[in-house]
């Protein structure tokens, strides 16, 4: 399945999408349980995309080869709602 309007396998488990309204290439990762991790490559240019989705898949590869997860959470993804004010005028 395409998220996009063109796709481009570089690997078994990663593939470049173009999606559709956006001009940058976004590299599509299967991880080992199924789960798909997408991440933009901030890039135009089909040659610097592959060289970006690569990198990507062997830090999440070395990532699990030494038995962490392959992927980790930031703080704002979790904890800034939650704990910090959506704004500093609200601290006044």
Do not use: C
């Not at 396998?9 to 789960?35: C, E, F, M, V």
């Amino acid at each position: 399945m395409s998220y996009g309007v063109n796709s481009i396998q570089i690997h078994k488990k990663l593939r470049l999408d173009k999606r559709a309204g956006s001009d940058n290439w976004y590299a599509r990762l299967t991880l080992p349980n199924g789960k798909r991790l997408v991440k933009t490559t901030k890039t135009e240019d089909i040659e610097a995309a592959k060289e970006v989705a690569l990198r990507l898949y062997y830090e999440v590869d070395a990532r699990i080869q030494n038995k962490l997860p392959a992927t980790t959470r930031k703080f704002g993804d979790d904890l800034r709602p939650k704990f910090l004010p959506r704004s500093v005028e609200s601290l006044v």
